[in-house]
Each structure stands twice: as C-alpha cells, then as structure tokens.
C-alpha cells in the first residue's frame, strides 16, 4: 500500500534526521581543531555542539512535562479508580502501571527527538565546561583569527559575565573596545536568561522613576521565570547520583531506593529558586528573587494608578511574606484608594499560590526526609515560615548559630589580646625586630648589601649589589632584544604605561622557547632561568623566610623612550602602585582583592644596565606623591621589598635610551606556585637529557622535534592543571598575536609557524583523553561513563559539595538576613523616589558582574575600577 509505504518513509527520514550529534564529541573536535589551528572546524563545531546542547535540554524538558501530562496519576484507570500507592497489591499494580507508562512515554519521546539517549549522557566535566560557558573562550579566538569581530566579542563577553574573575579575558575585552568595527552593541551575552534579563532592565526603569514600563518588563520576568523554573524542575528528574554511595555497594529496597532518588530529585527542584536567581559569574543569589518581583510591581502599578493590579501584587507578595509590614500598610492604603468591598474581592495570582503550596509541600516532604533518613536539605527560601521545619531540626539549628556566634566572639576577643600583646612588643622593638628579620644572610661572597630598610627610610626592602657579572647583564639585555625581534616580545607596542615609550617583555618560558626553537640562544634563555633563581634563593634568605618563596611570575622587561614623544613630559614611566592591592592613593587605602594579585608575598627586580636616563626607582608613601626612597638602576643590583601595602612603588619616566630590568614576583603560598615555571623546569629537564641534544641550536630541526617533546613536558601534569591552562593560554594567546599582527605584517609562512607554535604549546593535551574516548567508542559510550561515576572521585566531590557548600551557603544567607533591616516596600507617604530606593535596598549589594548595575552600585566600584589598570599589565619596572 503506497500509503503505509510513504507513512514508514516518513517516518524513517524523520527519525534519520532527529539524530543529533552527541554535544560532548562536537565539543572534543572543536577543540582539537582549536590545536590544530583551523578555526572554520573550531566555530561550525563550537556552534553545532552549543546548539545540540541548548536542544537536548529543551527536548528533555518537554518530552517529561507532556509525558506527565499524559500520564497523571490522579485520572481512575479503569475497575480501579485512581491509583493510590499501598492500598492493596492490586492498587500498587494500577500505581506502577502509570509509573512505567509515564518512563516509556517520556523514553521514546526523548529517542524520537534526539536518538539513543546513552548518546547524549555527557561526563561532569563536559558539563562542567559548559556551565562556565568555555564554549565561548575558544569561539572567542576563532571568532578573531577570521576577522570576524562583533562575534568575538560577544564571546569574549558573554565568557567573561560566567568568569569575572578571568584577567586575561578582561584584558581582550578591553582590547576589542578599543579597536575599529566594534561597537559597544556588539558585547551581548549569547547566554542570557530571558527571565533575568527582563528583571535586570525592570529594575534599572524602576530605579529611574519609569514605572509604567518596569511594569511590563517585570511582568514579562514573572512570566519568564515561571517557564524557565518548569524546565529547570523537570530537568531533576535525571539519574540517580551515587552521591556519598559507591555504585556497586549501593543497595536498598524498592522503596528506599525510590525515597533517595526523589529525595534527590526534589531538592534539585527546590534549588532552581537559587539557579534561576543567580546572575552569571555570582556565586550567590538575588536576594528573595521572586518575591521581590511582586514588591516591584506594586510600586510600580501604584505609580500607574493600577490600584487593582496593586493590590493584586502585594496580596501576592503577601504568600511569601504574611506578616510584611509595610507590605499590610500598602495593602490597606491601595484598598482605602480602589475601595474595601473591590479590593476584598482581588486575589493573589493564582500561579503563584500554586507554585508556593507546591514548594512548601515538597519542602516538607524533604524535611521529612532529613528527619527519617537523614537526608540533608537546606531551604533556599527566606520566605518558608518557621513551622514547616521540624522542631527538632529548629532547636538544632538554633543551638548551632548561637554556638558560632559564640565561637566568633571569644576568637574575637582573644585575637585582640593577642594584637594588645603584640602591639605592647612592637613597641619595644619595632626596628630591632624588622631588622634581625631582615638581615640573613645573601649567600654569596660578590652580594653586598648596600641598603637596608633602614636606610631605604621603610620597611621590608634592600638593595643588593653584585648579585650577576656585567657579562651577564650584556647576555640578558641581549636576550631581551632578540626576542622582541621575533616579535613575540611585543616589539614596538606603546609601554601600557606611558604613550612616551616602547616596551618589550619576554617570560621564562616563552624565551626557553624560543631557544628551543633556534630564535634566540638557548644558553642566554637558560641563563635568565638560572639568575631568576639566584635571585629566589637570595630573597629567601635575606629575609629570613621559614617557608618556601615561590616564584609567581617572572619577566624580563625593557622599556625604551621614544626621542620624539619626550616634550612637556610629566607621567612616569610605570605609575604608582602596590604588588598586593588596589592602591587608592586618595583614600590612603590599598585593598586586598582581586584583580591585585593578592598572594603575592615579595617582589625583586635585577637591573641590567644604566645607559639611559631618567627610570629610577621610587618608593612612595600610600598617597603615591610622597617620595621616601630613591635607587638607581645599575648592572647587577637588585632592589628587593614586601610586595604588600608598605611599599608603593613607581618608575619615574625614561627620557633617553632603554631601561632593562627583570621583574620578580614571589609568594609564599604553594597553592599559587607558578605553572610557568613548573613547565619551564620540565623543559630544561627534557633539552638536558643527551636523547635531546640535538634541539639544541638548531632551527630547521625543531620543528620536527618540538611535537613530541612537548609532549612530553605535557604530560607530566595532571588532567586539573591542563583544563586551567586551557582557560588561560587561548585568551592570552589571541592578544599577544593582536600585536603581532598589527606591528608585523605577517605573511602565510609566519601563520603556519604559529599555529606549529600552538600546537607545541598545547600538544599532549587532548591527545590522551581523545584516545581513550575513541577506544570507549559509541556504542559503550553510556557504559564508559557510568563506570566513571562510581570511581571514589566523584564520591568525594559530591559530599563535599553538599555538606559544606551547601551549610556555609545557608549561614552566611542566614546572617545576612538578620543584618538587613526589613527594609522593603514602599510607604504611602513617602515621595516616589525614597520608596524607590528604599524598595531597591533589599539587592542593591548584589554585586553584578556588569558595571550596569553602578548607577546604584557599591561604593568601593569607582576607586578600584580606576587603580585596577596598573595592576593588570604583569609588566613592571
Ligand atoms: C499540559 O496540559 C495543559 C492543560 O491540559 C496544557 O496547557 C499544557 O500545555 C500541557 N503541557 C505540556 C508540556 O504539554
Ligand atoms: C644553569 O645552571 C645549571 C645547573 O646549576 C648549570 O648546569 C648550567 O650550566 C647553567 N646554565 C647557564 C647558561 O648558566
Ligand atoms: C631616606 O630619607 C632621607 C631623609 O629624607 C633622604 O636623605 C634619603 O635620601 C632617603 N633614602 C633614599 C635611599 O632615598
Ligand atoms: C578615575 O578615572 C577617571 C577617568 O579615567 C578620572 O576622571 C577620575 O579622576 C579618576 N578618579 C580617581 C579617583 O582617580
Ligand atoms: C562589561 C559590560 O558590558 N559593561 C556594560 C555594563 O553596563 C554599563 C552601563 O550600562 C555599560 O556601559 C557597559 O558597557
């Protein structure tokens, strides 16, 4: 029959064409291609897996909302009537009779729309990235390498909101601002969420007094929220996590088995309050996010005159909070406005009351859960009232608080017994113990010590003579401009300092490098590596450390004046500032946070030379005027100083000639251990060994060699270091070469060498996991997984997760409430504009992502926004 054949036809073309590739294998090739340089596979395959991505949770979410739709277990089946669980074994029957219809029917659904469903099981890591948009940092790069500039910044900016605290991303930002063809429209966030977005811009027309359009924009929010909280739910209703079990020992009856899984999957649903509320890159959420939409919206209808509609929102901001002050106060005054009997008649909306009876209702059901089993669960809620949590549970809590309240006070006093201790001491001998401190030994016979703190008029800080041989100074000036140019040193680009010079600046491993490939002398490279240490062990001596100083980041650097730009001169060549903070030179304040480098402990730079004039050295005081020391660079001398907020430092303007120095930073803590460093040593440890030798020198063979023995640098670190790296090196990669490109010109043959380049830098690293994938294969696909999920790894991160993250979550929201005032609504009486931002001062400490949010935002914004620039370019003095 013609018919049923073109039916089956049909059908088969549609099933064909509803296989969608698996997102996790289009994210591997993307970056493999990334490594190879060809950016057209690194975009169709980015692009293809971040849609296959955003389709397999729209098809998950539909297929389980209609198939419970379909399925409910409150219609009768037949002889029956409506199931109820336990009521008998045959009751039982009916009952599992829809479960297993509701599994089949949300199966093929899924296997319809997207193939196989093991297909499309990705591991935690594929997920991980995805969560904190990677996708984007290498689209980022493609985007650029093919000129396609408005598309790379909307990656760069929508990786950045997920990652704020992601200096090298922060740093192209600023660079696509600056160049021709983009526009500031072109910085979207590719990923936003409907609902947050209409939030965000209600607010901002709330804050300016717009109230008949925050109406529509918060209204459209509530509406959005709701759909994107109806996905968010039926996307817990996933696997069972072996969470705290190992897979194979997990064993429990049908209905504990059954308890755990929907344990799970209810508080998964509860904590899409806290998804659905928290702005990309926070790790907290808005404050009260959903009722807060109803307090905004009652003002905002009040200032339209929408009486009904204001009493309709405050009655529904009411469900939340019953015994709202000055939410009661409005109520009665928009009812006193429209009329008792008209306002009696309104009612809170009705989504809203059903979403609040069903929250509270799945709340305790997981209170009941905790109680029984103790399954943990901590509400997201500030709204739930008292007496859904268990009594018990209540008393615990309350004991627990008071407990750490108390534990906070006695550290409290006993840390100011211990600072009245310590003061009473410094007083005594405040100098005699900076200077028995400071004063070990330098350790070889040509370093002498030509100023101490003392004599540099602070504290922590020397200057050393002698420290390398003129011969070693010419080396490494030598080195320094060879390697500017290759051009990989930033040869010719403006100091980020001063329009007034040039600067180049070459790490360690990027000159070991080089050497490597026959751009500049390897033994010279080498030799920046060995005097970088000499200066390490010297530092650490000196100032007497008890724990080891590592290195955090190492550059030599060269800055040279440019004759032409030197008239009427008055910046100085690198600004005033402090290693380890933001220095607000107005405020006499240096703030410990990022973006400063926070754990930087030390800092030394070995000076080359001294044909030049102008650049000297100057420690200020915290207002960056007050000069206290001067040094004057000289071949072999190193001035060494606490990178903290006792030493602001600058370098006054180089007028003539080029001024080369090594720039050390060092920290104390082993956590911020340079990586750079670690490959570095790796890399000599490899071009060492006799196998290698023939590296050494040669440039036409390199290129052959550098694969595998990159490789092999690469392999030695684990899986963690590798994914971080990845992070880092794509982004920076893509400004250095900005340069590069706009100062030289470079041809096809220079492209080539650079993707080589790349592909040294990154080798070994997908190669492994790549393989392993491939031997898993498709079809055992689900199954490789599944094996991975029992291993004890996961075990371990999940109860972390839970207990600590999730307590330390709870506290700190738990304080923050009892510090805010309930400082909600509007008062009848008072002028629009008091209310407003009364009403706002419930989230306005959120502290966004964007400077959107400045025009109300924190007050340490400004300051730091301004001193931050200095604190970006690693290249100093
Ligand atoms: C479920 O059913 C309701 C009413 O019958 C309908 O409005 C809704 O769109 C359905 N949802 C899905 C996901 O099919
Ligand atoms: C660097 O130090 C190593 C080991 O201390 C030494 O063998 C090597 O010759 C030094 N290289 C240079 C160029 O100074
Ligand atoms: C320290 O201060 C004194 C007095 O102001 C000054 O003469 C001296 O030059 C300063 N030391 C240095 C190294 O600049
Ligand atoms: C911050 O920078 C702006 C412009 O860049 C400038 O006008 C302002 O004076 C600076 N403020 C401070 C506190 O340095
Ligand atoms: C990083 C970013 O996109 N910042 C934007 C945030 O909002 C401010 C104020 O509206 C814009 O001017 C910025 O461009």
Not at 117 to 133: D, N, P, T
Not at 661 to 680: C, G, M, S, Y
Request: net charge negative; charged share 30%; with cysteine.
């Amino acid at each position: 029959m013609p018919s049923f054949a073109s039916i089956a036809l049909l059908t088969f073309l549609s099933l064909a064409h509803a296989t969608i590739e698996p997102y996790d294998l289009l994210f591997d090739s993307a970056v493999e291609a990334y490594y190879r340089g060809d950016w057209m596979a690194v975009i169709l395959n980015m692009e293809r897996a971040l849609r296959n991505e955003d389709t397999v949770r729209r098809v998950k979410a539909h297929c389980r909302l209609s198939c419970a739709n379909q399925t409910d277990f409150g219609d009768p089946v037949p002889g029956l009537g409506v199931p109820i669980p336990g009521s008998g074994s045959v009751e039982d029957l009916a009952f599992f009779r829809r479960v297993l219809k509701r599994a089949a029917c949300a199966s093929s659904c899924e296997t319809e729309k997207l193939g196989p469903q093991s297909l499309h099981s990705v591991s935690e890591e594929v997920e991980l990235e995805f969560k904190k948009r990677s996708p984007y940092n290498y689209l980022q790069v493609a985007y650029f390498k093919i000129n396609k500039l408005d598309k790379a910044a909307a990656a760069a900016h929508t990786f950045y909101l997920a990652n704020p605290d992601h200096m090298e991303m922060k740093q192209n930002l600023e660079y696509y601002r600056m160049m021709a063809g983009v526009q500031e429209t072109d910085f979207k966030d590719l990923e936003a969420k409907p609902h947050m977005v209409a939030f965000l811009q209600g607010k901002k027309l709330y804050s300016a007094d717009q109230f008949s359009s925050s109406v529509e924009h918060f209204e459209t929010a509530v509406e959005e929220y709701f759909t994107a909280d109806q996905e968010c739910r039926a996307l817990c209703e996933g696997g069972y996590d072996y969470d705290g079990y190992n897979y194979m020992d997990y064993s429990a009856d049908l209905f504990q088995a059954i308890t755990d899984h929907y344990m799970q999957v209810l508080n998964c649903k509860q904590n899409c309050a806290v998804e659905l509320a928290t702005l990309p890159g926070s790790d907290n959420p808005l404050e009260d996010f959903l009722p807060s939409h109803f307090n905004y919206l009652q003002f905002s209808y009040y200032n339209s005159e929408d009486y009904q509609k204001a009493i309709e929102c405050a009655k529904t901001y009411l469900l939340f909070h019953p015994e709202d002050e000055v939410m009661n106060q409005n109520l009665a005054y928009y009812s006193s406005m429209l009329g008792e009997d008209k306002a009696a008649a309104i009612s809170a909306r009705e989504t809203v009351h059903r979403h609040v009876r069903q929250s509270l209702l799945e709340k305790e059901l997981l209170y009941f859960g905790y109680e029984v089993f103790g399954i943990t669960f901590v509400d997201p809620d500030s709204w739930t009232p008292a007496e859904v949590m268990p009594l018990k549970l209540r008393e615990k809590q309350k004991a627990e608080r008071e407990t750490a309240a108390r534990i906070t006070e006695e550290i409290g006093n006993l840390m100011k017994e211990i600072e009245n201790l310590v003061e009473e001491k410094n007083k005594e001998s405040t100098d005699i113990a900076k200077m028995v401190r400071e004063g070990g030994s330098v350790l070889f016979d040509d370093i002498t010590v030509t100023m101490t703190s003392k004599n540099l008029n602070g504290s922590l800080r020397v200057v050393l003579d002698g420290v390398i041989t003129d011969d070693e100074c010419r080396e490494l000036h030598r080195l320094s401009n060879a390697a500017a140019l290759t051009g990989d040193g930033y040869r010719g680009k403006p100091s980020p300092h001063s329009p007034s010079e040039t600067f180049q600046g070459v790490t360690v491993l990027k000159a070991l490098k080089m050497g490597q490939e026959g751009k500049v002398s390897l033994k010279s490279a080498h030799l920046y590596f060995n005097l970088s240490e000499k200066v390490r062990k010297v530092m650490e001596s000196y100032f007497r450390l008890e724990t080891p100083l590592y290195f955090s980041y190492t550059h030599l650097v060269c800055r040279s004046a440019i004759e032409d730009k030197q008239e009427g001169r008055v910046d100085l060549s690198h600004p005033v500032h402090v290693d380890n903070c933001q220095l607000v030179s107005e405020l006499n304040e240096c703030i410990k946070e990022p973006p400063a480098y926070t754990y930087r402990d030390y800092s030394a730079i070995l000076y080359l030379n001294d044909d030049f004039e102008g650049g000297d050295f100057i420690f200020t005081e915290m207002d960056a005027k007050t000069v206290t020391a001067t040094v004057k660079p000289q071949c072999g001398r190193v001035v060494g100083f606490g990178a903290g907020k006792e030493n602001p430092h600058g370098v006054t303007a180089v007028t003539t000639g080029q001024r080369c120095a090594v720039a050390l930073w060092f920290t104390l803590d082993p956590r911020h251990n340079e990586k750079e460093r670690i490959q570095a040593e790796d890399l000599l440890k490899m071009l060492s060994s006799p196998v290698d030798a023939e590296f050494q020198g040669d440039a036409a063979d390199s290129s052959s060699g550098t694969d595998a023995a990159s490789e092999s640098v690469e392999r030695a670190k684990s899986p963690e270091q590798t994914v971080s790296k990845v992070d880092r090196q794509a982004p920076e990669g893509s400004v250095k070469e900005q340069d590069d490109r706009k100062q030289e010109q470079e041809g096809d043959k220079a492209e080539q060498e650079k993707a080589e380049e790349r592909k040294v830098k990154e080798g070994g690293k997908k190669t492994d996991k790549k393989t392993d994938k491939k031997a898993a294969g498709k079809a055992d696909k689900s199954a490789a997984q599944k094996t991975g999920k029992k291993t004890g790894k996961k075990t371990d991160k999940k109860t972390d997760k839970k207990t600590d993250k999730k307590t330390e979550k709870k506290m700190d929201k738990q304080a923050d409430k009892r510090d805010k005032a309930p400082s909600k609504k509007a008062g009848k009486k008072k002028s629009s504009a008091d209310s407003a931002s009364e009403a706002r001062g419930g989230d306005t400490e959120q502290s966004t992502p964007n400077a959107t949010e400045s025009t109300s935002g924190s007050p340490a914004v400004h300051p730091r926004d301004n001193k931050s620039d200095s604190q970006n370019g690693k290249d100093e003095l």
